[in-house]
């Protein structure tokens, strides 16, 4: 035969190997059919009733505070004291402390010498401007079963959940296994010092260790992907760093009517270009990000569960396409930069000598911030610009997903919501729970809410809102967690 042919035998023969064991994989892939969705435990009248209470806290506008400023304390007071007249079971049983604008309440468990756990939360919100919103955000009104307004999701949700459980609890009589200790920081969302604050009140009232620090992050989520079978609650494991770069330009300035081609805006707006079209961070699948779609392929649509479920012939050709295909999915596979600020001369009519851009990096799961901010210095000594660091932190550790934590918290969502897919996933944005980083092995972040696309699209934008049914499921989650959990 002629060798050309026996070659282009061979390749089609390999090419037809591949396709079965694709095939083959991508059928033994199809997830069973989920579970059935729970009844809610609550009629409408009752989950109205407590979405009403809810939007007693929505009521509170609470801004993310500022460190160092006393006078904007008050509204987090006005909160504080909202949930004490809401929850007069956890204000006769649970002790309170207050450290500045955080809140701190601590419920004792049967055994005090085991390990305590760690739930938390945030009374801060983002700003809401009320001209996008449709009702306003401070109101709480609800309207077709849904709640509406600033905090709903992102955070107070989770506060009122959790104290709305101790509070059922304690009617029933309840003593947790172990301690459980509450911690609301007053400025997750400014990146503020209220969270480090609890951690310096616990470690100085000799509290080094939780079995779980579980703070907000993944949710249960309607359509967590495009065309995905099922909803899927996702558990983060990790968050990524934080670093701000200022780059600068130096060079002659002079008068605008005869530029030269080469000026310091110039080298800054081709730096920026090349950074945006040749990425010069380390992109990968790293094994927490592969075990997530790994994880979720079962539910994807076919030519999605496809390529990932066969990520050891497609992880190149994702790892290339995926940044393109989604911002968010890019994120994922490594460090990103984005350019927020800009600066040139004060004047339309000069060239500045000195220009500068501020990049905002978030750093991991593939390289840590110092090798992220080195390979971003790699491209601005082309252009020679100079790169100060303004500000720098690397990326939360990874929790297992072989601890006991985790695998309790996957029991109570599988038990819960049994209609979903559960998933480990890695945020691409930051919590409150990277500091207890140093005393938890078992940092945990998940929201036991449900939430549509259009729902989890409202997070920090106008029209955040809860369904009430979500908002009950929730409270029967925390419910189900204190009620069960072991130390
Ligand atoms: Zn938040």
Redesign the pocket.
């Known amino acids: 035969m002629n060798p050309g042919l026996i070659v282009l035998f061979i390749i089609l023969a390999v090419i037809a190997v591949l396709v079965i064991v694709v095939l083959v994989r991508t059928a033994r892939t199809k997830a069973p059919a989920p579970g059935e969705r729970l009844a809610p435990s609550r009629t409408a009248a009752e989950q109205e009733a407590l979405a009403e209470n809810f939007a007693r806290l929505i009521r509170i506008p609470t801004p993310s505070h500022v460190d160092g400023r006393t006078d904007d304390l008050e509204s987090f007071q006005k909160l504080q004291k909202e949930v004490e007249d809401l929850f007069p079971k956890v204000k006769d049983t649970l002790e309170k402390v207050t450290v500045d604008g955080v809140l701190i309440y601590h419920w004792k468990g049967r055994h005090p010498e085991k390990a305590p756990i760690l739930l938390m939360g ?1 009374q801060d919100v983002v700003p809401a401007d009320p001209k996008g919103w449709t009702y306003p955000p401070y109101g709480g009104e609800i309207h077709d079963g849904i709640l509406y307004g600033r905090g709903t999701m ?2 107070k949700c989770n506060i009122f959940c959790q104290l709305q459980a101790v509070e059922d609890l304690l009617k029933k009589g309840f003593v947790p296994d172990t301690d459980v200790w509450f911690a609301y920081s007053d400025n ?2 400014s990146s503020g010092g209220g969270a480090q604050k609890a951690v310096d009140w616990f470690r100085a009232h000799g509290i080094s260790h939780f079995a779980i620090a579980w703070d ?1 992050g993944g949710a249960v989520v309607d359509k967590a992907m495009a065309g995905m079978d099922r909803p899927y609650a996702v558990v983060g494991l990790t968050e990524k760093g934080y670093v701000d770069l200022k780059i600068t330009a130096r060079g002659a300035g002079g008068h605008s009517s005869t530029p030269k081609k080469d000026t310091t805006v110039t080298r800054l707006a081709a730096f920026i270009t090349d950074v945006n079209t040749h990425c010069p961070f380390e992109r990968k699948f790293t094994p927490h990000v592969r075990a997530m779609f790994t994880n979720m392929a079962p539910s994807f649509p076919f030519g999605l569960r496809l390529l990932f479920s066969n990520l050891w012939l497609f992880e190149g050709l994702l790892t290339k396409l995926m940044p393109s295909i989604s911002s968010q999915a890019g994120a994922l596979l490594g460090t990103t930069c984005a350019f927020t600020m800009m600066k040139g001369s004060d004047a339309s009519n000069v060239i500045p000598s000195e220009a500068y851009v501020i990049a905002n990096l978030r750093p991991g799961f593939t390289q840590n911030a110092k090798d992220s901010v080195e390979a971003l210095r790699k491209v601005a000594d082309r252009y020679d610009l100079e790169l100060t660091v303004l500000k720098s932190r690397d990326a939360a550790p990874v929790t297992s997903t072989d601890g006991k934590a985790y695998k309790y918290l996957i029991s109570c969502i599988q038990r819960r919501f049994p209609d979903c897919g559960v998933s480990p996933y890695v945020m691409t944005g930051c ?1 409150d729970n990277r500091h207890y980083a140093s005393m938890s092995d078992q940092c945990l972040r998940f929201y036991p809410v449900r939430l549509t696309d259009q729902q989890l699209s409202c997070m920090h934008a106008d029209n955040e809102c809860v369904s009430l049914d979500a908002l009950s499921d929730a409270v029967d989650f925390y419910e189900d967690f204190l009620e069960h959990y072991e130390g």
């Open positions: 945030h992102d955070d997750e969302e907000e919590t």
